[in-house]
């Protein structure tokens, strides 16, 4: 698909990944929405960024739980760029065991229900109310950013990272992945890039990270077949394989890894066998 010249709506780009996303985006001539809501300082940086490009990106403040302000914001981008070419769905909110704890813990109140709110609810309600918008381009691309918490669990060195909740809410966002896909066809193509350790995600750049003892990262990156996090700048690179050049691709899942879900089990010498 050409993106240059068409508009996009990415989530999340405040900061990390949806920052590096929405920068690679606006250097290939696409307009941008970039909804903000918490994380001030980001977002005021964000907003100082892109106002001062002259291709007219839109800002607005938004809740993505909230139906009302989903609803609202589409209508802007509606009547601001008269329609809408790509969706970026990278929005998300996980708690970190290493960080929170137990879901029991008095400070965890409500923190399941804002795992399953953020990361999967508030995908949703995005692209549903996207949804008009999109059929009426010729060519649209959605893509869903998850996580391989969805596919490991809280099991393994990922167990002190992974939240049970923020894990099923991502096994949902495939299952999305799928219906909107079919939904989409054939003119809006859907598909999911599932992350693993990134610097900005789980990686080196977080909290939870610098909370670890040093083995619980040496085993991280151990189980990781590259041996290191992967960068925000990478995860863009993805999107954009996805968005401009994977035309004949819908409903697929790229894994951007660094095969940690490969990890763990190694590949043993060929025995020589008996006959």
């Not at 005021?44 to 989903?70: K, P, Y």
């Amino acid at each position: 698909m050409k993106i240059e010249n068409k508009c996009a709506l990415v989530l999340g780009a405040t900061r990390g990944i949806g920052l590096a996303v929405a920068r690679e985006l606006a250097a290939h001539g696409v307009r941008l929405a970039l909804p903000w809501f918490d994380w001030p300082e980001d977002s005021e940086a964000m907003r100082q960024e892109f106002s001062r490009q002259e291709a007219g990106h839109l800002m607005l403040e938004t809740d993505l739980r909230d139906s009302r302000q989903v609803r609202e914001m589409v209508a802007r981008i509606a009547r601001e760029f008269g329609g809408l070419h790509i969706l970026v769905n990278n929005i998300e909110r996980g708690g970190m065991p290493v960080v929170h704890g137990s879901y029991e813990r008095e400070v965890n109140r409500g923190q399941w229900q804002m795992e399953m709110e953020t990361t999967l609810h508030a995908k949703w309600l995005v692209f549903e109310h996207c949804l008009p918008l999109l059929q009426k381009a010729d060519q649209a691309a959605v893509v869903n950013i998850s996580s391989i918490a969805g596919a490991v669990g809280r099991s393994g060195p990922a167990g002190l990272i992974f939240n049970d909740g923020y894990a099923a809410a991502n096994r949902g966002v495939s299952s999305l992945t799928e219906t909107w896909a079919r939904i989409g066809a054939p003119t809006i193509r859907v598909n999911e890039i599932m992350l693993g350790l990134i610097d900005t995600r789980h990686g080196r750049q977080t909290r939870g990270w610098k909370t670890l003892a040093e083995k619980d990262r040496k085993e991280l990156l151990a189980h990781t077949l590259l041996g290191r996090t992967g960068t925000p700048e990478e995860v863009a690179g993805a999107v954009m394989f996805l968005v401009r050049d994977a035309d004949f691709m819908t409903g697929s899942v790229i894994r951007l890894d660094g095969g940690y879900l490969l990890g763990g089990e190694a590949v043993p010498p060929m025995p020589d066998g008996v006959v």
